[in-house]
């Protein structure tokens, strides 16, 4: 009987220590949702996060500069000003630059991407969109080809990104990221990782 008194207290702590780690993890999960060192020092990425999350990652990482890839508004428009204010107050700057949804390298949209990954002031930087997953895969995937030191394909890019959950990465992605592969040297010719070189001495 005294085995068995000892053995149901024992599962019941190995059920309560369970249920502590089983609520942290969700907790951080939600709280930090798809957050990941992209490049040490120099890039970081995650979903939308709470003002309060984010004026952390700002302070914890010395983040310099967020690049919110969202649509106007998406959201809520609450949603905008909380960060606008996060993120201003904890001495960073905002960047809000929507990733378009298309699969051609040759968008407008994307060499204002380009102007703002060639910006050394820039750096360190946290990019992210609503869930952190398509469009952010897409900047990266540029910075990736155009910028980073040691420069990578977009099919080296993609496979070294978490994909926090999916099977693969989906198919705009894909598209979007191999023709940029393909195209950024003839389209984007004067766009270079150059002036990042002092951050790397």
């Known amino acids: 009987?005294?085995?068995?008194?000892?053995?149901?207290?024992?599962?019941?702590?190995?059920?309560?220590?369970?249920?502590?780690?089983?609520?942290?993890?969700?907790?951080?999960?939600?709280?930090?949702?798809?957050?990941?060192?992209?490049?040490?020092?120099?890039?970081?990425?995650?979903?939308?996060?709470?003002?309060?999350?984010?004026s952390e990652l700002i302070e914890e990482y010395q983040i310099r500069a967020v690049i919110n890839l969202c649509n106007p508004g998406e959201m809520g428009e609450q949603r905008w000003i909380d960060q606008r204010s996060a993120v201003t107050n904890a001495g960073a700057r905002l960047i809000e630059i929507p990733m378009p949804l298309t699969i051609n390298a040759d968008d407008p949209k994307i060499d204002e991407h380009l102007q703002v990954l060639a910006d050394p002031n820039n750096y360190p930087m946290l990019i992210h969109c609503q869930h952190g997953v398509t469009r952010t895969a897409k900047l990266l995937t540029i910075y990736d080809i155009k910028f980073r030191k040691i420069k990578m394909s977009a099919e080296e890019s993609l496979s070294a990104q978490p994909l926090f959950g999916r099977d693969d990465h989906n198919v705009n992605v894909r598209a979007f990221c191999r023709n940029f592969d393909e195209q950024h040297e003839k389209l984007y010719p004067d766009t270079t990782s150059a002036a990042l070189d002092v951050l790397w001495q």
């Open 1 to 54: 009987m005294f085995q068995r008194r000892n053995r149901i207290i024992f599962l019941g702590i190995l059920a309560a220590a369970s249920l502590a780690a089983g609520l942290f993890a969700y907790r951080h999960h939600h709280r930090y949702k798809h957050l990941a060192v992209h490049e040490t020092g120099m890039v970081y990425r995650s979903a939308w996060v709470e003002p309060d999350v984010m």
